[in-house]
């Protein structure tokens, strides 16, 4: 296979763009030629960035019409913010400032405002921000300017409440609130708590200086029992008032978090000197049992069983659940997610499970009536239930459908328009700071659509081209059911080639790279891991060495061709570790062999749909779930044979007896 490095594509590609620019200069092309018009607004950039204000001038004047002026008048305004005249801002924010630079522009000038002290400028061009500055400088301006005083201080109290420090910008605004004594001890007491509670002592020390002396000794007792809470709880002797109980139960709950029973033995110590709440019971039940479920207590299952019903939440019911699962207690799991709150989330695998605990407990009619319910979905969970019961999976694909006049009406809006230029363009000149730029618009534009102009946008991108874009959008939209846009068949012969070269399944391919990537060929993760198949260098270069790969530079890795052939290669290897299992060796590309191996050797008795739902890590967990429910939908997509979701684990020896004893678990599907 040809491979040709990236950073030499990407110089010839803009060597030929440079130069179909340069002839453009000698035809007369008319103005609202696209061509022309993109060559123009690259001069105006190119200018710009050269200073060049008169020839930058020149080409802006017949750009005006261009889908990316506004991008021109903000870069100008913003190299220019303490120079232009307000008006010329305030009219830019006026008529683009719905757009990523339009509100990147407001910010910038906001914060350069507030600096200068211009309150009532900033009151007029000031929308609701996410920064906690520009939320403190807002409450200050509305101070300065005389706004609504209640407003206020219900705005500043907000700011005030939290566990941890405020930025410089609050500071004015807290001085007002201490000087009209609207900070009483009460609220002082409130947010040394919260302090307490995301352990910032040092922050609970600048609150505690503003108390009373007798009152701070308290605070000083809370942190001792913070920083040593197993010698505090054994000497601690106070009388029972709120603040002595808030102090015994944070200690309680950091012994709880590394010893778990000698937490419990002062927790029912305390309960009988005490006159604890209701709900600091309720809450502290709650974590000890957590705590024991984190420190593998063998009774954990049943503190966890034990905690009241008001003070359950999703951490509760997911670890008891999985707790039940390794015991295989299917008493307690259909108890258990019959508790689950409604959740849209987590419904099909509340009835899955359901289905699983009444077929095990011999309830066949109601455990049938659930797999043909849940079957109907096409879900991971859904082909799960399919496969118990022997039905087909349900595709259930539905085009997204719009008007031509509801495209229209969405190609008005300047985030949208500006988002497809700036793809444009970097398809053209190769530009990484097009795509970004285009990407930051789309992100803007879905934040502020409905749900069907999302689903609407997602079909366009779709159109384009811009798969990823695509890919995003419709899930922004809730709509799931459009698989030509979900799951695109793209960079088919790269990913045929690599998947034959490795003789692994093309299809399964497909799902790690829609999984890994969505298809962007560009991207960096947090950790490090670059392109299509989001290799990490290290493990880049390894598999290099190993096929006999050159690599000149790490960047390489992101080469479409040189990434699928890295890529597959190592799911080859993952297979080849696992003897052929494909849900093993999913894990293994997500969380490296070692895990895998250990978690296998660990859980490897269990049935195999029990142990993808023990996956310590939520992650992976996730991961092979919609890696295997991918593949089954690029099955589909590429026409190949109908087979069940590959999740199944190769029974061993040492399991021999344990399975033959339990024959009504029949869930290990054939890898």
Known sequence: MKQLCLSHYKMIRGLLYSIMLMCLCHFNVQANDPTQLRWQFQQAIDALKAKDLENFQQYSVNLQDYPLYYYLRYQYLQSRLKQVDSYEIQAFLEQYGKSHFGELLRRNWLKQLAHKGDWATFMQVYTPQKSTRLQCNYVQARMVTGQDTHAILLEAEKLWLVGKSQPKACNPVFEYLYQQRLINDKLLWERIGLAMKKGRLSLANALAKRLEPTEQTWVTRWQTMHKKPKKMLAEFNEPDWPITRKIVLHGIKKLAKKQFEQARDYWNSFQNRYMFSNEQIGEMQRDLALASAKQDHPNALEWLSAVDQEFLNDKVNQIRFKLALREKN??????????????????????????????????????????????????????????????????????????????????????????????????????????????????????????????????????????????????????????????????????????????????????????????????????????????????????????????????????????????????????????????????????????????????????????????????????????????????????????????????????????????????????
């Open 330 to 671: 299917w008493q307690a799991i259909t108890q258990f997610t019959a508790e689950w709150p409604d959740n849209k989330r987590t419904r099909l695998q509340q009835r899955y499970w359901q289905a699983r605990a009444f077929e095990q407990t011999e309830k066949y009619t109601q455990a049938q009536q659930i797999y043909r319910e849940v079957a109907n979905e096409r879900d991971y969970y859904g082909f799960l239930a399919a496969d118990r019961i022997g039905a087909v999976y349900k595709m259930q694909h539905h085009p997204i459908i719009f008007t031509p006049a509801e495209k229209v009406n969405l190609m008005k809006k300047l985030s949208i328009n500006a988002a497809r230029e700036f793809y444009h363009l970097n398809q053209i000149s190769g530009k990484h700071e097009w795509l970004a730029n285009g990407r930051r618009e789309w992100q803007y534009t879905l934040k502020h659509l409905p749900a069907h102009e999302k689903a609407i946008a997602a079909a366009l991108a779709h159109r384009w081209g811009w798969h990823d874009r695509a890919i995003i959008a419709a899930s922004k939209a809730g709509y799931y059911d459009d698989l030509d846009v979900r799951f695109p068949l793209l960079f088919q012969e790269q990913l045929t080639v690599g998947a034959k070269s490795q003789n692994i399944d093309l299809a399964w391919v497909y799902g790690i790279v829609r999984q890994e990537s969505a298809f962007m060929v560009d991207i960096r993760s947090s950790a490090g891991a670059l392109g299509l198949m989001q290799l990490m260098p290290a493990t880049g270069r390894y598999v290099a060495k190993k096929i006999g790969l050159k690599l000149k530079k790490t960047r390489d890795i992101l080469n479409v061709d040189i990434n699928v052939s890295l890529g597959t290669a190592y799911l080859r290897q993952m297979l080849d570790k696992f003897d052929g299992n494909h849900m093993l060796a999913t894990a293994a590309y997500n969380a490296g062999p070692h895990r895998a191996i250990r978690w296998e050797a660990k859980d490897g008795c269990l049935p195999a749909d029990i142990w993808v739902e023990l996956i310590p890590f939520k992650e992976t967990r996730n991961y092979v779930r919609r890696v295997l429910f991918y593949t089954r939908i690029f099955e589909s997509r590429l026409g190949q044979p109908s087979r069940p979701i590959r999740v199944a684990l190769a029974p061993k020896e040492a399991c021999t007896l344990n399975y033959s004893s339990q024959t009504k678990d029949n869930s290990q599907t054939p890898g």
